[in-house]
């Protein structure tokens, strides 16, 4: 028997899956997701150097990956969306990365060995996740004790999402959402219905200490995506408890 939480995986995956086609447009100059490439690799920098083994979770077509691998970094990139991948090893560029697919019947699990990545970066992945605890778990065990967390979710404080909490509320309401799927703010009450995870910056940082992170402070509000930065630990709260 399905729960809700399978529901709501496949629902993601289905999006995501559906979305491929037209997600390169998001990057391209102008467009509003081609700034997280740079945020993402300048906080990268911050923390690691050129030639560490680095972690793309939640890849989508690629971007991100692409724009670590162009400042040296040994990328591996995975999604659990197929046909996001199918298109980033369409676009290589001639960039020396490696994708691989999470599988969706065990999309909490991440399909590589422990300690072996020295950063995982996470694009606005984990607001879609129906288990973050289980994810944040499986990137502390591919990461090296010291390795680094660098993940992009809503900021609560922002007055944008202020704004989205209304619209939230509805899409979650079945027939609005019914009506909505209908019409040409499909995407963005999607979007509103499966962002589930849109917590505070206290929720989040308690979520990453429990799950064997350190999370470092986070700066004042000035986007809708704050960037968390948090590192591994040598043992996990829970496991010293």
């Given at each position: 028997?399905?729960?809700?939480?399978?529901?709501?995986?496949?629902?993601?995956?289905?999006?995501?899956?559906?979305?491929?086609s037209?997600?390169?447009?998001h990057?391209?100059?102008?467009?509003?997701?081609?700034?997280?490439?740079?945020?993402?690799?300048?906080?990268?920098?911050?923390?690691?150097?050129?030639?560490?083994?680095?972690?793309?979770?939640?890849?989508?077509?690629?971007?991100?990956?692409?724009?670590?691998?162009d400042?040296?970094?040994?990328?591996?990139?995975?999604?659990?969306?197929?046909?996001?991948?199918?298109?980033?090893?369409?676009?290589?560029?001639?960039?020396?990365?490696?994708?691989?697919?999470?599988?969706?019947?065990?999309?909490?699990?991440?399909?590589?060995?422990?300690?072996?990545?020295?950063?995982?970066?996470?694009?606005?992945?984990?607001?879609?996740?129906?288990?973050?605890?289980?994810?944040?778990?499986?990137?502390?065990?591919?990461?090296?004790?010291?390795?680094?967390?660098?993940?992009?979710?809503?900021?609560?404080?922002?007055a944008?999402?202020?704004?989205?909490?209304?619209?939230?509320?509805?899409?979650?309401?079945?027939?609005?959402?019914?009506?909505?799927?209908?019409?040409?703010?499909?995407?963005?009450?999607?979007?509103?219905?499966?962002?589930?995870?849109?917590?505070?910056?206290e929720?989040?940082?308690?979520?990453l200490?429990?799950?064997?992170?350190?999370?470092?402070?986070?700066?004042?509000?000035?986007?809708?995506?704050?960037?968390?930065?948090?590192?591994?630990?040598?043992?996990?709260?829970?496991?010293?408890?």
């Open positions: 028997m399905k729960s809700k939480r399978d529901d709501h995986s496949r629902i993601v995956l289905e999006t995501f899956n559906d979305r491929a037209v997600w390169d447009a990057y391209r100059p102008g467009a509003g997701m081609a700034p997280r490439r740079e945020r993402f690799v300048h906080a990268l920098s911050s923390c690691t150097a050129p030639g560490s083994r680095v972690l793309d979770y939640g890849c989508g077509t690629g971007q991100i990956a692409r724009a670590m691998a400042q040296n970094y040994r990328v591996t990139a995975c999604d659990i969306s197929s046909e996001m991948l199918a298109r980033a090893r369409k676009n290589p560029d001639g960039h020396d990365i490696t994708w691989k697919g999470i599988d969706p019947d065990n999309p909490s699990t991440l399909p590589f060995p422990s300690d072996v990545f020295d950063a995982v970066v996470s694009s606005s992945v984990f607001e879609y996740l129906a288990e973050p605890g289980e994810m944040l778990s499986e990137c502390c065990r591919v990461l090296r004790v010291g390795g680094w967390l660098l993940l992009t979710v809503p900021d609560m404080r922002h944008i999402r202020l704004k989205e909490d209304r619209k939230v509320r509805l899409a979650r309401f079945t027939p609005i959402w019914i009506l909505m799927r209908r019409t040409p703010w499909r995407h963005r009450y999607n979007y509103y219905r499966l962002s589930i995870n849109r917590w505070s910056v929720q989040w940082s308690a979520s200490g429990h799950e064997g992170f350190c999370c470092e402070p986070v700066s004042v509000c000035s986007e809708p995506l704050m960037l968390l930065a948090a590192r591994k630990l040598e043992l996990p709260s829970r496991a010293r408890e």
